[in-house]
């Protein structure tokens, strides 16, 4: 356990059984009184902002994550190969570990991984990701969302919800945390 | 030089000046007053215990968190009306209003208690602003305070009964009596006039004697102005025999808290045998001139914060 007054920004934190980066520690502390230290914290699985009030003397359980900036290269049978840009190592991990995320890696792209205790704990994908419409085929009325939007697989094998005008082989930006159409940003060639 | 440091110190230059001003302007006014200036060791044999100032060690020794028992040494010796100006450190102060090393000014003043201590603060503040060129009003996060005296004087009792809803002094709670004088008491102080909180519950009264008419309430004033708390009088608790038990209690305090131990001070308990009935302060010297400079933060007027020292 670490004493509250050792906790500085970019500490990690174990708060409920979840991992938190703390933002921001603003300190205040009456000439004769107790220490108040108020965190402003970020849950680094679902990236919601947290506040916590904490007093000197209290104890907080300290994590260390690292965070590795890593590029996708390829996926075989299941496994999912990510290069370490600094060292070079390649790191195998299974769809599993990375959940529903799997679905917007593109070879190449650079994604941000956090590791605890020598366990990958989240994958940061960038938030927006440019992919390719693969199969626009759908038309039917039950697989239209809306009656402005039908849906498309992309080159991931993703599918999203995006407006009739979007063919396949056009080129679109999806937003990776919510999974939504942004905008059509091209055409392959 | 990096070009970070380079940038910071050019933009600070001239709050560092202004604080020299103040600094001098301190020295004119005790000068004035007829007293004394004196220089205490910043290394200790040991400190006044205090469970939550967390002193710094050293080989051995520890770094002084105030130059209280010191200067009370001297008034036992006979010297009268003194004041310093020094460096205090206290160990995981860090924050927008703290760094664990800073400037303490501190003054006790015989025959006083802490009503005349802190009408000496009235003057000393008005006389720091006049000789800065400025009036008795002064320009602080946007908000323009008067600093004419008296200060309006409000007791803890009365404070708390108003923002937080109970009176710490009938019904005292150390712990929420910190987290509300915070959370509720000092956000509602007016931010255009300076504030005066006095008579603290006796669980607070650390080193203020108590009243003799009231021993539940201490002897002990605070002063907060722009939101800032500057200083903190006390009338002097001179029985050595009620220092030695708050002393002790607070020893065990800290044992049972974390396992801090602090050597008894017993040279100084000795001399309070002759510790004359005096009034005193410490004032926050940093955080006086972030008021006359308008910063926001204490890095702001200091050159070598912790984290950049």
């Given at each position: ?16 059984g ?9 300190f ?29 003397g209290?104890?907080v ?6 965070s ?22 390649q ?42 419409v693969?199969?626009?085929?759908y ?5 239209t ?6 849906m ?22 999806v ?15 | ?7 910071r ?19 004119a ?9 004196v ?11 205090e ?33 310093q ?20 000014l ?9 009503t005349?201590?802190?009408q ?22 946007n ?7 008296p ?5 803890v ?13 009938s ?8 987290i509300?004088?915070v959370?509720?008491?000092i ?23 108590l ?34 038990q708050?002393?002790?209690s ?5 044992r ?26 410490a004032?926050?010297?940093?955080r006086?001139?972030?008021l ?6 204490i890095?702001e ?9």
């Amino acid at each position: 356990m670490t004493e509250i007054s050792e906790v500085s920004r970019n500490t990690k934190l174990m708060i409920d059984g979840a991992p938190f980066v703390v933002e921001d520690v603003n300190f205040v502390k009456p000439g004769k009184g107790r220490a108040i230290y108020r965190l402003r914290l970020r849950n680094l699985f679902d990236g919601m902002a947290r506040e916590i009030t904490y007093h000197s003397g209290d104890r907080v359980e300290e994590v260390s994550v690292t965070s590795h900036e890593m590029q996708y290269l390829y996926e075989e049978s299941g496994n999912y190969v990510f290069m370490d840009t600094e060292t070079f190592e390649q790191h195998p991990m299974n769809k599993k570990q990375i959940g529903p995320k799997a679905v917007f890696l593109k070879e190449g792209c650079m994604v941000t991984i956090l590791i605890m205790h020598g366990r990958i704990i989240d994958i940061n994908l960038p938030k927006f990701v440019e992919l390719a419409v693969t199969e626009s085929a759908y038309t039917t009325k039950t697989d239209t969302v809306t009656a402005q939007q039908k849906m498309v697989t992309l080159e991931t094998g993703a599918t999203v919800g995006v407006p009739p005008f979007v063919k396949e082989g056009d080129i679109i930006k999806v937003d990776t945390r919510t999974g939504t159409y942004v905008e059509r940003t091209g055409t392959k060639k | 030089m990096a070009q970070a440091e380079s940038q910071r110190l050019t933009q600070i230059k001239t709050n560092l000046e202004r604080r020299a001003l103040i600094h001098d302007s301190i020295r004119a006014f005790f000068r004035n007053e007829g007293f004394l200036e004196v220089d205490t060791p910043l290394l200790v044999p040991t400190v006044a215990p205090e469970l939550y100032i967390a002193p710094f060690r050293a080989d051995g020794w520890f770094l002084s968190t105030s130059p209280e028992m010191h200067m009370k040494r001297l008034l036992a010796g006979g010297y009268g009306n003194m004041f310093q100006i020094c460096h205090c450190f206290r160990k995981d102060e860090r924050g927008r209003l703290h760094n664990p090393e800073f400037t303490m000014l501190e003054w006790y003043r015989l025959d006083a208690d802490y009503t005349q201590i802190v009408q000496d603060t009235e003057r000393l503040i008005l006389h720091v602003a006049a000789s800065l060129g400025l009036g008795s009003t002064i320009r602080y996060h946007n908000n323009e305070i008067d600093l004419a005296p008296p200060w309006p004087r409000i007791t803890v009792s009365q404070a708390f009964l108003d923002s937080a809803g109970w009176d710490p002094v009938s019904h005292p709670d150390t712990e929420r009596f910190d987290i509300d004088l915070v959370d509720r008491v000092i956000p509602t102080f007016p931010l255009n006039r300076p504030s005066v909180l006095l008579d603290y519950p006796a669980a607070n009264a650390s080193m203020a004697r108590l009243k003799v008419k009231d021993p539940l309430v201490a002897e002990r004033a605070e002063v907060f102005i722009g939101g800032l708390e500057l200083a903190n009088a006390y009338s002097e608790l001179t029985d050595t025999a009620e220092l030695v038990q708050r002393f002790q209690s607070e020893i065990e305090r800290l044992r049972a808290d974390g396992g801090q131990s602090i050597p008894m001070p017993h040279t100084f308990l000795e001399a309070t045998a002759s510790l004359p009935a005096c009034g005193g302060i410490a004032l926050g010297v940093d955080r006086l001139v972030m008021l006359f400079c308008d910063a926001a933060s204490i890095d702001e007027v200091m050159a070598f914060p912790r984290d950049l020292a």
